[in-house]
Structures are given as structure tokens and as C-alpha cells.
């Protein structure tokens, strides 16, 4: 079973583990927004390119009009929607005591990392809670995705996925093009939404990054539990959304020349919230000036 870690600085641990919560912070406000604005921006042309020119052997001409239609619906809804709706991210990664995620995610002498156990997406994807609250949030949608580093030729495989073809020709078959296109049309929609949170350059393989990234579901509506810090004069929005404790499989305390007294204070608040702090453990990398 694989383990998912989320690296952070001392203030971003403390507030995970005292008020059992994680941050998604809103796209826009994070460094991979240019990837976000970029691919979007791809997808779009590339889908009004298809809505006006698509061609494709062995497709009779009511496909190839049906098809076109298809892109056309595509290339409105989906940038309208990217554009204005909220999307929220927060970070993981499967690679354990990595000094490049302890420099590009924590503070020197201050870095922190808290895996966590790969059933806690499982019960993500089973039930969504919210500190405070009972029921499913219901103006968020959201979903696990593994980033892909293929960039553009990832929301292209999407765009130019042959269950849309499929898709057109059942419903030309049942003589409801319309209607039995709905669903396809959401799913790949739903696709591309989730596709733009979570591309990045080839450059950035070596992260291994996997994100949860939640999406308000309506146009221009902002969630009932948005929250907004500080970061370097900047306000910043996010949400904060709960767990349970017994899902962290370990924390790794980063490279610090007061390690003991770090191992401390955390076995001190663990406690406190009434978590075994055998869970501890240090990083085994060597402390250089960073």
C-alpha cells in the first residue's frame, strides 16, 4: 500500500495536527497556475480547431457533423466553466525524505512531512467531511489525481479519446444523438476540469506528485467554508477540510540542527491530541545550508 506525503513548513504542521485539517489553497495562488492557465488555453483552441476542421477516416459524414458538435458544445462550456469556476489543490507526493521536497515545501530548519495511508483517499472518494459538519459538502466536487508530467499531449489523449467516437456512433446507431451524448459530453468534461488541475512540465517528473484538488460546482459561487491567510503581503483563499488522525502513517521531521528539541515539542502536541508519538521519525538527510 502505497503511503502519500504532504511536506510543510513548522506553522503548517501545527495546524494540521492541532485542528485535524488539511489546506487546499486555490489554484491561481499557487506556482503551477501558469501550467493551468496554459493548458486551458490549449484546450480550448484545440477544441474549436476540432469543432471546425475534424476529419477522420471511416466515419460517415452524420458522425464526422456529430462529432464536430460535440467539440463545438465542448469548447464553450469548458472554458466558460474553467474560467469561473473555484478550484482548490493540496499536494502529495509518494516519494518519502526527499531533501528537493524538503527544500521546495518547508523552511530551513523548519520542514516537516506527514504521510499519510493510502486508504485515507479511499475514504475520501467514500465520504467527504468538513470540520463541523455531518453532511457531504454540497457546492464542491472533487477527486485524487495523479499529476502528468506529459503536459499537453495528457489533455490532448482526453480531448481525442476514441470513447467519443464510440460514444457518437451508439447514439447515431439509436437514433438519439443528443441525448445519448449528455453523458459522454459530462464525462469528458469532467475529464478535462480535473486534467488542467494536475499537469506540470517533464521537467518536474522527479516529484511524483499526486494532488486532491476540489472544484465548486457552480459558476461563479465561492464555498460556503472559503478562509483566506496571509503570504508574503498576499491574501491568500483556501479551504480547510477534516481527517481523522488515524489515518497518519508517519511523521518525518526534516533537517534540523535542534532535532531533539523538534522531536519534543511534536511528541508534546501528539500527545496532546491523543496520538501515539511512535509515529515520529527523522529525515536521513544531511543538514546543509538551504
Known amino acids: 500500500?502505497?503511503?502519500?506525503?504532504?511536506?510543510?513548513?513548522?506553522?503548517?504542521?501545527?495546524?494540521?495536527l492541532l485542528n485535524g485539517t488539511l489546506r487546499a489553497t486555490d489554484i491561481r495562488f499557487l506556482n503551477d497556475y501558469r501550467e493551468f492557465d496554459e493548458g486551458l488555453k490549449h484546450v480550448e483552441n484545440r477544441l474549436i480547431e476540432l469543432s471546425n476542421n475534424f476529419g477522420r477516416l471511416g466515419l460517415s459524414n452524420r458522425e464526422v457533423d456529430a462529432v464536430k458538435k460535440f467539440y463545438e458544445t465542448l469548447s464553450i462550456f469548458l472554458p466558460l466553466n474553467a474560467r469561473n469556476r473555484y478550484s482548490y489543490v493540496t499536494s502529495f507526493t509518494d516519494k518519502r525524505d526527499r531533501l528537493s521536497q524538503w527544500m521546495a515545501?518547508?523552511?530551513?530548519n523548519a520542514s516537516y512531512c506527514i504521510g499519510f495511508k493510502s486508504d485515507f483517499f479511499?475514504?475520501?472518494?467514500?465520504?467527504?467531511?468538513?470540520?463541523g459538519q455531518k453532511e457531504l459538502i454540497s457546492d464542491l466536487s472533487y477527486n485524487f489525481k495523479e499529476v502528468s508530467y506529459?503536459?499537453?499531449?495528457?489533455?490532448?489523449?482526453?480531448?481525442?479519446?476514441?470513447?467519443?467516437?464510440?460514444?457518437?456512433?451508439?447514439?447515431?446507431?439509436?437514433n438519439h444523438t443528443a441525448t445519448q451524448l449528455l453523458a459522454p459530453l459530462h464525462k469528458i468534461y469532467n475529464e478535462l476540469m480535473y486534467a488542467i488541475c494536475s499537469i506540470k512540465p517533464k521537467e518536474f517528473a522527479d516529484e511524483s506528485e499526486f494532488r486532491l484538488i476540489f472544484q465548486t460546482r457552480k459558476i461563479g459561487t465561492m464555498p460556503n467554508i472559503l478562509?483566506?491567510?496571509?503570504?508574503?503581503?498576499i491574501v491568500v483563499p483556501f479551504i480547510d477540510y477534516a481527517f481523522d488522525y488515524k489515518w497518519i502513517e508517519e511523521i518525518i521531521i526534516g533537517p534540523n540542527i535542534q532535532k531533539d528539541l523538534a522531536r519534543k515539542g511534536l511528541e508534546t502536541l501528539l500527545r496532546a491530541k491523543g496520538i501515539d508519538p511512535d509515529i515520529i521519525k527523522h529525515t536521513e538527510?544531511?543538514?546543509?545550508q538551504y
Open 285 to 288: 538527510c544531511t543538514l546543509r
Open 227 to 233: 478562509q483566506f491567510y496571509d503570504r508574503s503581503g
Open 105 to 108: 515545501y518547508g523552511k530551513s
Open 1 to 16: 500500500m502505497t503511503t502519500h506525503y504532504h511536506y510543510t513548513s513548522v506553522e503548517g504542521i501545527r495546524n494540521i
Open 150 to 174: 506529459e503536459g499537453i499531449e495528457y489533455v490532448n489523449s482526453i480531448i481525442e479519446s476514441n470513447d467519443i467516437f464510440e460514444a457518437v456512433n451508439n447514439a447515431i446507431m439509436l
Open 122 to 131: 479511499q475514504f475520501f472518494k467514500e465520504k467527504f467531511r468538513v470540520e
